[in-house]
């Protein structure tokens, strides 16, 4: 490899090296540590029972978002595991000086959400998070992986990992895509092509027009997923875009120190000529709006295909699951619960998308439809821009922010047996509620689903 060409992945990663030992794994310098309630708590004891301070409590940003009750958050939390974990955070909080948005904070909400949305997410960062869907904050040219709790009580401890460097990988998509496509849509497609493994060992850069034309909020979605394919993390480089998405943000940076920022930023992208340890690459056109058929999220198909035959034993497991049959058509699936929220897909552009659907109709008397927001910072411009009456009319709940029946937590359960086209991330048997049966879709898919309940394809692609 020519030394001098350079990849995103590598510019980012070299300028965090601490050290390297010979033959060995890196010490990497972590910029930002987000943290929840659901793998701190450990990390915290780990400390305390080693007698060790917490290093940089100002790069620690924390938010209750996995446990918390999505109905009536004024409230004390009725599950005593959920609250005594949503109380364990604010107390480790208060005693490490770590800024909290807690319950009620006019910043609260899915950690992957609150963070680019108040510019505390930047291009150039490395950013951990004891959560394996931290690889959305990749969008904006930044490392940022999930990482298990003793490396969280790492990085209290010193502000650094010991990590070996992964491969990397480019996966380019150009060309155009088709009507109602949504990035949700694109990851999804990438997905069941490469398989939940596909990515493997690696760091993915997504490139090409596809992902150039996106919005922030749609590449967030993009690497939100890349976890799925089995990948460390996932990242797009940063452009004006992105630069734009950022600007003015609470946390982010203005004056001398934006413009000096923002230059470096620019800078960051991929060396014409530089190799990666994999190329692939998809047309855009092949791609139509998706949905899941199976328990994991490579079992994809677009809406315009039957249910495929089985390929192997644990597929054929999966359908028994899903209680589908190959040759089955989609829109023979009777959906009974539609979930629109996640920290995949619940920024205020998948509510706008879905509510330009959903205005003026009705959703079918079969659904129970949740609208669940990924932050208070949403649930305001929801109020707003009037979504929340196109919402209302059309028979669907909002919901308060929080991570919901993504992971069935509190009351946010899918019944066992019951269809639930999901804009969530995994579609693993139970994920939603024991026996339940996980759809992954786009926002506009699943508004489309809750309206007739059942998947169909949009009209001007019969």
């Not at 895509?177 to 949504?182: A, C, K, M, R, Y």
């Not at 989609?330 to 979930?339: A, E, G, L």
Request: aromatic fraction near 8%; proline fraction near 4%; hydrophobic fraction near 35%.
């Amino acid at each position: 490899m020519n030394n001098n060409k350079k990849t995103l992945f590598d510019k980012v990663w070299d300028a965090h090296v601490v050290e390297t030992i010979p033959d060995g794994p890196q010490i990497i310098y972590i910029d930002k540590h987000l943290i929840h309630e659901v793998t701190s708590p450990q990390a915290f004891a780990e400390l305390e029972s080693r007698n060790l301070e917490l290093f940089r409590p100002e790069q620690i940003v924390a938010t209750a978002d996995h446990n918390v009750p999505t109905l009536d958050q004024d409230q004390p939390i009725k599950d005593d595991l959920s609250r005594n974990q949503v109380e364990q955070l604010t107390e480790n909080c208060k005693k490490n000086n770590i800024e909290l948005f807690g319950l009620g904070h006019q910043y609260q909400g899915i950690v992957h959400i609150i963070a680019p949305e108040l510019g505390i997410t930047q291009p150039g960062m490395s950013i951990v998070c004891g959560d394996s869907h931290t690889s959305t904050h990749g969008a904006f040219g930044s490392i940022a992986f999930g990482i298990g709790t003793s490396q969280v009580a790492q990085v209290f401890a010193s502000q650094c990992l010991l990590l070996n460097k992964p491969k990397s990988m480019r996966i380019t998509v150009n060309g155009k895509l088709n009507e109602n496509v949504q990035p949700k849509d694109v990851i999804l497609y990438i997905i069941s092509k490469i398989g939940t493994d596909g990515g493997t060992g690696y760091f993915c850069e997504y490139a090409g027009n596809v992902f150039e034309e996106m919005s922030m909020e749609g590449r967030m979605t993009v690497c939100n997923m890349s976890i799925e394919m089995g990948a460390r993390g996932g990242m797009i480089a940063p452009d004006e875009t992105t630069l734009e998405y950022v600007k003015g943000r609470k946390f982010a940076p203005e004056g001398e120190d934006w413009n000096e920022k923002a230059a470096y930023w620019r800078t960051l992208k991929t060396d014409e000529g530089a190799v990666f340890d994999q190329e692939l690459s998809f047309d855009a056109s092949d791609i139509y709006p998706m949905i899941t058929y199976g328990t994991n999220p490579g079992m994809g198909i677009s809406i315009r295909e039957v249910i495929p035959a089985p390929q192997n034993e644990s597929e054929e497991k999966a359908l028994k699951y899903m209680g589908l049959e190959a040759g089955q058509t989609v829109n023979s699936i009777k959906v009974n619960y539609v979930f629109i929220g996640s920290c995949t897909n619940a920024r205020i552009e998948d509510f706008r998308s879905a509510a330009q659907y959903i205005k003026g109709k009705s959703k079918s008397d079969a659904v129970k439809a949740l609208i669940v927001p990924g932050s208070q910072q949403v649930v305001k411009q929801i109020y707003e821009e009037g979504l929340d009456k196109i919402f209302s009319d059309a028979g669907f709940q909002i919901r308060q922010p929080g991570c919901s029946a993504c992971l069935a937590m509190n009351d946010d359960k899918i019944p066992e047996g019951e269809y639930c086209v999901s804009t969530s991330n995994r579609n693993f048997e139970g994920r939603q509620g024991q026996g339940s049966r996980t759809i992954l879709a786009s926002p506009l898919t699943a508004a489309k689903a809750a309206i007739e309940g059942k998947i169909s394809a949009f009209e001007s692609l019969n």
